[in-house]
């Protein structure tokens, strides 16, 4: 079916804006079989079911919209004192003199830029692959645009238990940089990584990231989105776990105009277990969007969404995750919340949960609750000296605790509970200026 002309127009004058990769190898045509998928559906708009509560006007523009780089001052970076092997892009171009040597005992790290070139590689029947999956029955159109027109990303193959985290680092420089990148990750039966992200990465950010989790494999991943404000990014993690493999995905956002978040997983292997959890805070013109699709394959597999919204002075939250169960997918355990706390009445949190159910042995609950500050606990701890402020600041990290508690690193999870803080205390400190 031909594309309504406004599709057909945008996505060309989309197409023209973008610099064309260098295409050769087995990424050539991997590229190729996505452009077509995307010829075949077009951008969205905002008439399209699952983008009815966030306009993509901004990020369907040819041109990257204008973002100002945010400065830390004297804060820390993000994971500053682990021990962890940093990879850096700066507004979506690979950093060899900030980024470590990508050498690491168990793993094999790789550049997309420079391994795509080859004949044959093991990434060939991963990248695109979970993407292409993952569009079906919701397209996903700039995903499909990523993987057709990304320039950079890294490949990582994980044979053992890595001795250390990998840390993507992704650095925003050019007020109009428009960055995209595609990473490739694949464990082997039994292996483990921890993947962490960071920083902005640029005006306008696209990303996709594609997990293979093999049998009896865990996969943590923690992201931190940077808080340059007038950021724009819409991200992809398509993921397929087999039998007995573990996911565990965890996205603090703080800032940023537009974001939307898209988490599309398949259970495809007995009793796996994917856990995904997000904690957005947002002040103003904050439009934040997580968007999750689990399917359950395979019977006896666990999942779980937490997601948890903090909005104030007209700030907008959207959450629509689906849990989509086989009827093959018997003993399934599938568990969503998603919950906003609203800080005054210009703000509005929009949600959208569903389930869908072909198996009559399961236990899958779903809930979505939107409120205010506890005025009763709000008094409790006024009446015993919490100046107010605080008492608020207080009530907001208890609210998020859910989503920090889905971290298995108990050490990140609590440098997440101080920059949340810190975040809150820069608000109260701005509110009563």
Known sequence: MALPKAKEGALEARLQALATPDSRGWLAAARAEAMTRLQGMGLPARRDEYWRYTDPAALNAPEAPAAARFEPGDEAEPFDGMDRLRIVFVDGVFDPV????????????????????????????????????GQAPVARPFAALNSACATDGVLIHVTGKATKPVSLVYVHKSETSDANLHHCVKLDPGAELTLLENGPAAARFCKVLEVEVGEDASFHHIRLQGRDHERRAVTHLFARLAARAELRSFTLTANGRLTRNEAVIELAGAEARAHLAGAAVGDGDFHHDDTVFVTHSAPACESRQVFKKVLMNGAVGVFQGKILVRQSAQKTDGYQISQSLLLDEDSQFLAKPELEIYADDVKCSHGSTSGAIDDTALFYLQSRGVPRAAAQGLLVLAFLAEAIQEIADDSIAEDIRARLERWLNRHAAKAGQ
Do not use: F
Request: proline fraction near 0%.
């Open 98 to 133: 900030a980024s470590d040597d990508l050498a690491l005992s168990g793993v094999r790290i790789e550049r997309l830029a420079t391994a795509g070139a080859a004949d044959i590689h093991w990434a060939q029947g991963l990248y695109g692959v979970l993407e292409a999956r």
